[in-house]
């Protein structure tokens, strides 16, 4: 199953659909009752409870309504607990009664050392930036803060942090997670989803795929395969200036599929003799039969590479575009009306913006769904985050965060379009392919840097040990060969 994530308008229906586990204050006490048992399991797991100190910081809304409530229940378990309210008079009654009644304090600041800190500040009702008041209080902060629903600061359907936001280590939600779940996963940390009776919903905005999943639906040679049964992917990228790009893609695509990879272009001989397995030609027209190209890595925009462009264009074949390809294109928007097969975009926010024609702006996830849209075609937007829109209105965004930023580094874009090319061609659909690649990119990352950085050479060389990780996650559901 694939994790899906709300906006704030569809929880708080869902949240209003439960009748009386609403309006009786039920959720509120499971929420609270989760939030109470994540920061409890902490503190046993680094010595226990009982006289240990945790703060909370509270805002004037119903989630710092949770977090009076969760200090309430911790305090009962012997847990010092004191909490500053940002505005004393509009913080939850009830609530504070709860706290107080269990031997909670109310203070003006929190002690200077504390087991752990409750961002309790604004959840799904924040809007803009962490006020100076909160930021002053978590500015001192040198505890693991648990954030109740959101890291505030953060919002929570377009996942922009504001400056001051708060930045959690562990963040507790209730019933489905938000948007800025997956879109500010590094200021989350790790997220905890309390189950507090809402159901399955549907119409999620953002969906990300989990690990067993792409290792389910990664293609592997069966007993019938050929080297052309299981689509062949044509590579045209690198110039006499840029010949690695070439290299590198092409490299990503031999590792991502078995079967056969051509390369179409002046790097012929550089791709060679790291790749001797590659069909190499001159030109696209000299290639023969694909059942997806790659087009723009490292490519060039003079006539040539546009002209290789538009043949490329013109096949009734997936085509990705990146790179230069994506410049040209920006220029040559018309280039993309003939099509008649799928089209793959996979720019950075760079390649973004001459594409839409305007700078991405904040609201990533708005902008990517606008272009997809526009143009009619699928869009990986490239950064920590990966997001893809395919052009239908109605099928959600696909999320990936890479979990770490090593990818950030010259020529992992060539090895991403490299492996989403070499997905289209096996036949998987421009979302599911910019999907998988984007995920065994971030994991491939992971495993080539072991911590420490790496050029996109070894991220490349990573891509096996990524699809064995991914492929095992899947287990047992794993298809036979
Ligand atoms: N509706 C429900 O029954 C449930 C709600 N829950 C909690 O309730 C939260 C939503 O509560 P609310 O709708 O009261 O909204 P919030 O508590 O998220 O925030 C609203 C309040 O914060 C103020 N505010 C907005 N932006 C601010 C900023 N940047 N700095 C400081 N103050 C700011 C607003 O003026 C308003 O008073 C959820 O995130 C969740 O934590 C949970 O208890 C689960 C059940
Ligand atoms: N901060 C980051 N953390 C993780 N991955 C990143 C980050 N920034 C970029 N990436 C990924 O690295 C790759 C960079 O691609 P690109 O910008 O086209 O670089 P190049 O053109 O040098 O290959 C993309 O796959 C992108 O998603
Ligand atoms: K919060």
Known sequence: MPVDYFTAAAVRAAEAATGDLLTSGALMQRAATGVANVVAAHLVSTGGCYGRGVGLVVGAGDNGGDALFAGALLARRGVSVCAVLLNPERAHPAGLAALRRSGGRVVERLPATMDAVVDGVVGIGGHGPLRESAATVFASVTA???????????????????????????????????????????????????????????????????????????????????????????????????????????????????????????????????????????????????????????????????????????????????????????????????????????????????????????????????????????????????????????????????????????????????????????GRSPVDAAAMAARVHSVAAAIGADDAPLGASRLLGAIPAAITRLRRAAGASVVRQ
């Open 144 to 426: 693991p803060v648990f954030a109740v629903d959101l890291p505030s600061g953060i919002d929570a359907d377009t996942g922009v942090v504001h400056d001051p936001a708060v930045s959690a280590d562990v963040t507790v939600t209730f019933g489905v997670r938000r948007n800025a779940h997956l879109l500010a996963a590094p200021h989350c940390g790790r997220v905890v989803l309390i189950d507090i009776g809402l159901g399955d919903l549907d119409g999620a905005d953002l969906r990300s795929w989990t690990d067993d999943e792409v290792g389910r639906c990664w293609p592997v040679p069966g007993p019938a395969d050929d080297k052309y049964t299981q689509g062949v992917v044509g590579v045209v990228a690198g110039s006499p200036r840029y010949p690695g790009a070439g290299v590198l893609c092409t490299g990503a695509a031999i590792h991502a599929t078995s079967g056969l990879t051509r390369y179409a272009g002046s790097a012929g001989a550089q791709v060679l003799s790291r790749f001797p397995e590659v069909v190499v030609s001159e030109s696209p027209q000299a290639a023969g039969r694909v059942q997806a190209w790659i087009v723009g890595p490292g490519f060039g925009v003079d006539d040539d590479a546009l002209a290789r462009l538009r043949t490329v264009l013109a096949a009734d074949v997936p085509v990705l575009v990146d790179a230069d390809g994506l410049t040209m294109l920006a220029a040559h928007p018309e280039l993309l009306a003939a099509r008649t097969a799928a089209t793959l975009l996979t720019p950075h926010a760079g390649e973004f913006a001459r594409l839409a024609g305007q700078p991405l702006g904040p609201d990533r996830l708005a902008a990517v769904r606008d272009l997809a849209q526009r143009l009619g075609v699928t869009v990986l937007l490239k950064g920590r985050g990966t997001l893809i829109a395919g052009p239908e209105p109605s099928t959600p965004v696909i999320g990936n965060d890479a979990g770490s930023s090593w990818a950030a580094t010259a020529g992992s874009g060539d090895v991403l379009a490299g492996l989403a090319g070499a997905l289209l061609a096996s």
